[in-house]
């Protein structure tokens, strides 16, 4: 089914992606993937010959919106096929995981399901569909029409994709942990993405070198848990026979050209002393931390089997302040667990009192079917989570916008990474992970620039050019 145009010309693959960094990621080694087999990147559907919906399973609301562009999809192909062409859709990323059989039932123009840990396999996936296209279009019935990959192979998908090509205005994310084993109650990512595995240090340090070759001076490190790392280095090296995310972002600043590195997403039993320290004493390493606590309350933490309390998370907080001062920190919060009380909830909005978040995500829980929260009882009623998700982000939006107010007549280093909404308007980022716009020229995107901060507002700052730090192109 996969079009290939009788004029010589490319096919064009549409990628859309949902959901978190590591979908980013994954969606551009797709496109590395496709990319040998004549694909290129198409900025929207209705110019594509193969549309892939890269998904997020994490809250229902992600799913769902999946099924709706599914639909949308079916019209265009059925449209396609009345004028003599056609449209190849394929579903990859979590939805196709925890779904897998259930898209082709409910969707029937979905050709190839493709699991996170199955993609490299796509030329594979792509050559079947076209098999099973070619015998539907000589008339011939077929049972089952789609292609389904969500196996969790033995062999890692690491081994099998091509070099990165995902360099963008200087900035460009690292793989190196899949998938968790912490099961915490609510969470659907165990099943999706499987048991943890943490790429080895030599794969991770050669592909950095090939993004700073590409043109990578920031480098984020991706993972569902990023400080789980534990890669297999040689025996022989200094960090020892498995090397923690500490070793692996010391190792990291040693490689010329990296001027940033950034972790989101760490958990915070996986944070340890090494790992502060490092925050302490490598300058590459931007002062933000992303550190999910999810609740401020001890019975619900418990509930959630996140594996730790409330002043383990403060502890940690405190011994990080006192390593890097000036950490922008950051977090995830859950409202309306099942069984959480009133007075759980104001544990909750005494912890971010008690920390001042420079930023936060927060979200109402959502029932993820199979996650042993979904059966758990004292479901709360969506109008008290809807009632203290907009308290709790009230507060956090007030922290939020006195973060960046304090850096108000600061100079801070800025990347920048794109035009802005208004003419001769760039947007970058400062090294605490703020956005700032200034007026600039474009040729300065991809580069880090000297900016004096002269607004802040709830999500942003606005600041003027001082000077270059580093030569502009
Ligand atoms: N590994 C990180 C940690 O330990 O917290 C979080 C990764 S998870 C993919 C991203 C965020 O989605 C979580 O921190 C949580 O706040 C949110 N999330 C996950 N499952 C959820 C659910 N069932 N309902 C609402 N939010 C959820
Ligand atoms: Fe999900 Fe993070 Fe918990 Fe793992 S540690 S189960 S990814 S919330």
């Known amino acids: 089914m996969t079009f290939v145009p009788s004029d010589g010309q490319r096919k064009r693959v549409f990628i859309r992606t949902y959901g978190c960094q590591m979908n980013v990621y994954d969606s551009d080694r797709m496109a590395d993937v496709l990319r040998p087999l004549g694909y290129a990147l198409s900025n929207s559907p209705a110019e594509a010959d193969l549309v892939v919906l890269n998904t997020c399973h994490i809250r229902e609301h992600a799913s769902e919106k999946v099924y709706s562009e599914l639909g949308r999809l079916r019209d265009e192909k059925l449209e396609r096929r009345a004028a003599g062409r056609d449209l190849t859709i394929a579903v990859a990323g979590c939805v196709a995981q925890a779904e897998g059989e259930e898209i082709l039932r409910r969707q029937p123009a979905v050709d190839i399901v493709v699991g996170p840990q199955a993609y490299h396999r796509l030329p594979q996936l792509l050559?079947?569909?076209?098999?099973?296209?070619?015998?539907?279009?000589?008339?011939?019935?077929?049972?089952?029409?789609?292609?389904?990959?969500?196996?969790?192979?033995?062999?890692?998908?690491?081994d099998h994709l091509p070099s990165p090509q995902g360099v963008r205005a200087g900035s460009a994310f690292l793989s190196i942990q899949e998938g968790c084993d912490k099961f915490c109650t609510f969470c659907v990512v165990p099943y999706t993405r499987g048991a943890e595995y943490s790429r080895p240090v030599a794969a991770v340090l050669a592909e950095a070198r090939q993004l700073v070759e590409a043109g990578a001076i920031e480098i984020t490190l991706l993972g569902q848990n990023v400080n789980a790392y534990h890669g297999e280095a040689a025996p022989s090296s200094i960090g020892g026979s498995t090397w923690s995310l500490a070793s692996l972002i010391r190792a990291l600043a040693e490689i010329d050209g990296v001027?940033?590195?950034?972790?989101?997403?760490?958990?915070?039993?996986?944070?340890?002393?090494?790992?502060?320290?490092?925050?302490?004493?490598?300058?590459?390493?931007?002062?933000?931390?992303?550190?999910?606590?999810?609740?401020?309350?001890?019975r619900i933490l418990e509930a959630m089997n996140r594996r730790h309390g409330r002043d383990l998370f403060l502890r940690l907080v405190e011994r990080l302040r006192e390593c890097r001062?000036?950490?922008?920190?950051?977090?995830?919060?859950?409202?309306?667990?099942?069984?959480?009380?009133?007075?759980?909830?104001?544990?909750?909005?005494?912890?971010?009192?008690?920390?001042?978040?420079?930023s936060a995500f927060s979200f109402k829980y959502s029932r993820r079917p199979g996650t042993p929260g979904s059966a758990m009882p004292d479901q709360v009623p969506e109008n008290v989570k809807a009632a203290r998700l907009a308290a709790l982000q009230t507060l956090l939006g007030q922290q939020a916008r006195d973060f960046n107010l304090s850096k108000v007549g600061a100079t801070a280093p800025v990347l920048f990474a794109e035009a802005g909404r208004k003419p001769g308007q760039i947007v970058g980022k400062t090294p605490w992970l703020q956005s700032v716009y200034a007026d600039g020229d474009p040729r300065l995107i991809g580069h880090i620039v000297d900016v004096r901060l002269t607004e802040g507002h709830a999500n942003s700052l606005a600041g003027e050019i001082a000077s270059l730090c580093e030569a502009a192109a």
């Open 259 to 298: 001027a940033r590195i950034r972790y989101p997403t760490s958990h915070p039993r996986d944070m340890d002393e090494e790992l502060i320290a490092v925050h302490g004493d490598v300058p590459q390493l931007m002062p933000y931390l992303h550190l999910p606590v999810q609740s401020g309350s001890d």
């Open 127 to 158: 050559a079947e569909a076209e098999r099973k296209a070619a015998i539907r279009r000589a008339g011939k019935r077929l049972p089952g029409a789609g292609v389904l990959d969500t196996d969790f192979p033995a062999e890692s998908k690491f």
């Open 325 to 358: 001062p000036d950490l922008a920190l950051s977090t995830d919060f859950i409202v309306g667990f099942p069984g959480e009380s009133d007075a759980d909830f104001d544990h909750t909005m005494r912890l971010v009192g008690e920390v001042g978040f420079a």
